[in-house]
């Protein structure tokens, strides 16, 4: 094959220039993706907390009304509380769960049977998340099987177990522990035994191994199983209207209701973002606690 | 430019002008010179770092050169991608594809040439003959041992009878007696094939047993290049003498230049305190300091008290261990000066019996050793 | 060591114990889809098929099976092929905006699934584009994609960057290198994610609520029922959609390995 010798920097110049144009031709399906259906979508639903509603359209504007109605009315305030609120109860609960059955199956005794369990837990994973509340709705009712099941033995049937908030963290907590597990295990599962171990030789005790050990090197996985459940219950507004009752509302029934019936998506919008505002600083505010615990993890 | 010694007349079938590459802060090559004839089996040797993978690299077009040009045959492929240059390789963990039998690895490159499949077939066969692996056609990759993957490796680099042949110290994963084998099949399947080899390794018994050439690479720049015997007799710098071979380097300042036997300089060692006399053509200064690299079988070693006339060249110091090594001994002698040296003996009574803490004289030709200078 | 063994049983017990809770609400859905009685709790009356087989009498309920399905497979076919080029991209040319962008695409899962909802739903309006399948494909796509990248980044992971090298050395171009010899290798992988990706949007349920127009998917159906009261169907329809994702994931993971579970959910 005759090929002349041409100037060497422009001929390896071509060649790295084709390799980006693949490299770009790649990654672009993905960007635009991203940027049109995730960012675009965003950056409107913004404007809109900025416009105004009325029964027959539907229109931007620079009204802060939905902002100052958002933040101020005491009833969206509450709302929001509880929302943040049930939302931490979640993320709490869920990740004190999932810690020692991660530890069991990584580091703990069973970790020879580490692939079970965790097809085990994928699996709960994916079931799907209505059919689940549509089960706990029916669990907890008056005839449901808890109150049947105490019947037998003389109790109940008792009626406070369903619509309120406790319903709402129960159905939220089984639905979520799953996703506390998976990054709690993936962290969990990079920690060398033989470190454990050490801490035992030198003499500290479960706790101590516990507290100085493995948790500061679980810490990556403890936030994003938190912050997982979290931001999920905290937003969340099917299981709140099926086993909440009227107690039990939160702060995305309101939002939802307003992209619904309501129509007042501007409103809707301000809420939202409110929540996602708040929501934010909560993670930010788990972040600093874990650090000043001193639950921080290897450097990054 | 490195000299080249004893490049047999032909046109070179690779050949490597000024090549230089960086990887951010560290030179891999600072400005490579080669020619390989048609033909030859050429190794690159040299430590980890030394940039002998990077060239091979570059040579194979998986990599490009900042500077500098490879020609092939002639032509310039210097930004020409790998998968259009007439040169194969043989990866140092072989990179079989494993969702491919034997036979459809080792004729890959004609069926991505399209060729038809009787003929790939028959090359197939061909090859798999030529590595003594008859009958693995349909044998899947994992089901193979290291050195048969090595040798499929090999056959499927070689199936469309590429011009040159890079090989990525592919011997690295087996264990010695294997690797001993291989040196000689190799040499036996290239001169079969008729390709010419190009070897990277940093084993330099490998390098000795194997090629016509070696070419040894230290810091990104080729050191020497010459046939084994001469880069073993004749190192041109003090890493080549180190690197191959075991030997001894004894630190000097030039004393007496043009002795009265043409061709000689005579070295002022251990510290100026005695002299010996070594072989060298070209001039050099008085004053110059020097090393005079002498290999341990070319020393003799005797006590003191059995002390013969003084051949030439003769140093004084005390056995500190000797080593038996079944076809010889290796004897650690610290000279006056402090300084180490190692003698090899034969296994004869008078070297097995003699004890540590002797004294002893080191004796060895003055038309034997090597000067470096830097 | 006798502590150990002590602490042994408490912590396996309580692992069990776990599972039971996270699958007790389940089970007593898939026991009760076969209760003749209907009531969907206790007492178990009598054991019947009667259940499914009014699931097919509905013609709302059937419609919605078939939404369901060519809903999912176009968002796991999508998911697949824009996921597998932006793992590829990564895989061969790793650069700081191109890992951004992986990272990205994983954001979606830190928002409550109600806001990507209504973001996508106000767009769609501003825009005057109609709600339909597509824009229903299109909120399934943001929450599948991170799987199908986890999924094939995992395997490019552990993918020796030498078996491309040799198939471009023996004179494969870049696309015959990637038809003859990389996609095969990261074939099942590719395939697994895409069955995660099928699992996920089988049940998706808020965002699609509000980015479909007048087509139900199942869950839609389910939670349809639900509102209205108990119905006895629910759970036989629930059990289909349970079966069906379970067997997703069961496949998907023998695909891949123990790829899955590395999956890392991090922020």
Redesign the interface.
């Known amino acids: 094959m005759r090929v002349k010798a041409t100037d060497t920097l422009s001929s390896v110049a071509r060649h790295e220039k084709t390799e980006k144009r693949w490299y770009v031709a790649r990654l672009t399906p993905l960007a635009a993706f991203l940027t049109i259906f995730f960012v675009a979508p965003f950056v409107i639903l913004f404007m809109y907390s900025f416009g105004s509603s009325t029964i027959f359209e539907l229109k931007f504007g620079s009204n802060f009304e939905n902002w100052s109605s958002a933040l101020t009315d005491s009833f969206f305030r509450t709302l929001l509380f509880r929302s943040i609120v049930n939302g931490v109860m979640v993320g709490v609960i869920s990740v004190l769960l999932a810690f020692p059955f991660a530890y069991a199956i990584t580091l703990g005794p069973l970790r020879k049977h580490s692939e079970f369990f965790l097809f085990a837990v994928l699996i709960s994973l994916f079931s799907a998340y209505v059919v689940r509340i549509y089960a706990w709705r029916t669990l907890l009712g008056q005839s449901g099987i808890i109150n049947e099941g105490l019947g037998v033995v003389g109790l109940g049937p008792y009626d406070w177990l369903l619509f309120n908030r406790e319903a709402v963290v129960v159905t939220l907590v089984n639905v979520l522990v799953p996703m506390a597990v998976l990054p709690i295990y993936s962290s969990l599962a990079q920690v060398d035994p033989a470190l454990i171990e050490a801490a035992r030789d030198s003499g500290a005790g479960t706790w101590r191994t516990l507290y100085s050990v493995t948790l500061p090197l679980a810490s990556r996985g403890l936030n994003a199983g938190f912050a997982l459940c979290f931001l999920i219950a905290a937003g969340d507004y099917v299981t709140p209207q099926f086993v909440g009752g009227i107690d039990g509302q939160m702060l995305g029934n309101v939002i939802a209701e307003q992209f619904g019936v309501a129509f007042n998506w501007p409103l809707g919008s301000a809420l939202a973002f409110m929540l996602v505002g708040a929501m934010g600083v909560v993670v930010a505010l788990w972040l600093f606690l874990m650090r000043l615990l001193k639950f921080t993890g290897p450097l990054r | 430019m490195v000299e080249d010694q004893g490049l047999t007349a032909g046109f070179p079938a690779v050949s490597v002008r000024g090549l230089r590459r960086s990887f951010g802060a560290i030179q891999a090559l600072r400005g490579v010179d080669l020619d390989v004839a048609a033909g030859e089996f050429v190794s690159i040797l040299g430590p980890s770092g030394c940039g002998k993978t990077t060239l091979l690299r570059i040579i194979g077009g998986f990599e490009f050169a900042d500077e500098g040009r490879v020609l092939v045959d002639g032509n310039d492929l210097s930004g020409v991608p790998a998968h259009k240059r007439p040169v194969n390789t043989v990866f140092q963990r072989y990179a079989l594809f494993p969702h491919k039998t034997v036979g459809e690895n080792i004729g890959f490159a004609l069926w991505v040439a399209r060729h038809k499949k009787a003929d790939i077939k028959a090359r197939v066969s061909e090859m798999l003959r030529l590595v003594r692996l008859e009958g693995y056609e349909d044998r899947a990759p994992s089901k193979l041992s290291g050195g048969q993957a090595q040798r499929v490796a090999l056959a499927r680099a070689l199936v469309s009878h590429p011009k040159v042949l890079l090989l990525d110290e592919p011997l690295a994963a087996l264990d010695l007696k294997l690797r001993q084998a291989m040196h000689f099949e190799l040499r036996r399947i290239q001169a079969a094939v008729g390709s010419t080899f190009i070897y990277v390794t940093h084993d330099q018994e490998e390098a000795l047993t194997m090629s016509d050439r070696i070419v040894l690479m230290n810091g990104g720049q080729i050191e020497q290049i010459g046939s084994p015997i001469q880069v073993y007799s004749n190192p041109a710098t003090r890493f080549v003498s180190e690197f191959i071979g075991e030997v001894n380097l004894l630190a000097g300042e030039v004393a007496v230049v043009g002795d009265e036997r043409d061709g000689s300089v005579s070295i002022g060692v251990q510290s100026g305190n005695t002299k010996i006399v070594v072989p060298h053509g070209s001039t050099v200064d008085v004053g110059t300091p020097a090393w005079t690299s002498v290999r341990p079988e070319q020393m003799s070693i005797a006590p003191l008290s059995t002390l013969l006339p003084a051949a030439t060249n003769r140093l004084e110091g005390v056995l500190e261990s000797s080593v038996f090594l079944g076809a010889f001994i290796r004897h650690l002698v610290r000279l006056r000066d402090g300084q180490m040296v190692v003698v090899q003996s034969g296994v004869q009574g008078q070297f097995l019996t003699m004890q540590p803490s002797t004294e002893v004289a080191i004796d060895w030709s003055d038309s034997v050793g090597v000067l470096l200078c830097e | 060591m006798s502590r150990r063994r002590t ?2 049983v408490g ?2 017990i ?2 069990f114990a ?2 039971a ?6 089970i ?2 898939v026991v ?1 889809a076969f209760d003749s009685s209907g ?5 178990f009356e009598s054991f019947t098929l009667k259940w499914f087989r009014q699931i097919f009498d509905d013609q709302v309920t059937v419609k919605a099976f078939q939404t369901s399905a060519i809903v999912g497979l176009t968002t796991a076919i999508l998911a697949v ?3 597998t ?2 793992a ?3 895989y ?2 790793r ?1 700081r905006t ?1 890992q951004a ?2 990272a ?2 994983a ?10 909802g ?6 769609f ?2 825009l005057g584009i109609k709600l339909s399948l597509m824009t229903v494909i ?1 909120g399934h ?2 929450i599948t ?1 991170p799987a199908v990248l986890v999924t094939v980044n995992a395997r490019f992971a552990t993918f ?1 960057p ?2 491309e ?10 696309w ?2 990637f038809s ?2 990389t996609f ?2 990261i074939r099942p992988s590719v395939i697994g994610g895409g069955l995660l990706a099928l ?2 949007s ?2 998706e ?2 965002v699609t609520l ?1 980015t479909t127009g007048s087509d139900s998917t199942v ?1 839609i159906v ?2 349809g029922q ?1 509102r209205r009261g ?1 119905s006895p169907t ?1 759970n036989a329809i ?1 059990t289909v ?2 079966a069906t ?2 067997l ?2 069961l496949l998907a ?1 023998q695909l891949t390995g ?1 790829s ?8």
């Open positions: 602490n042994g912590t396996k309580y692992c776990l599972l809770f996270l699958f007790a609400p389940t007593a859905i009760f009531r969907g709790t206790l007492p092929v824009i996921g080029l932006g590829y991209a990564m061969r040319r650069t191109g962008i992986v990205a695409a954001l979606p899962l830190a928002f409550p699934y109600l806001v990507l209504i973001s996508l739903l106000s767009m309006h501003a299109v796509l943001l994609l020796d030498a078996i090298e040799a198939a471009k050395d023996l004179g494969a171009s870049p015959r290198t003859a010899v095969p290798l699992a996920l089988l049940e349920f808020i509000f869950p389910i939670w639900m108990v629910v629930s959609l349970l994702t379970v997703l994931v993971r123990a899955l579970s590395s999956k890392r959910l991090d922020e």
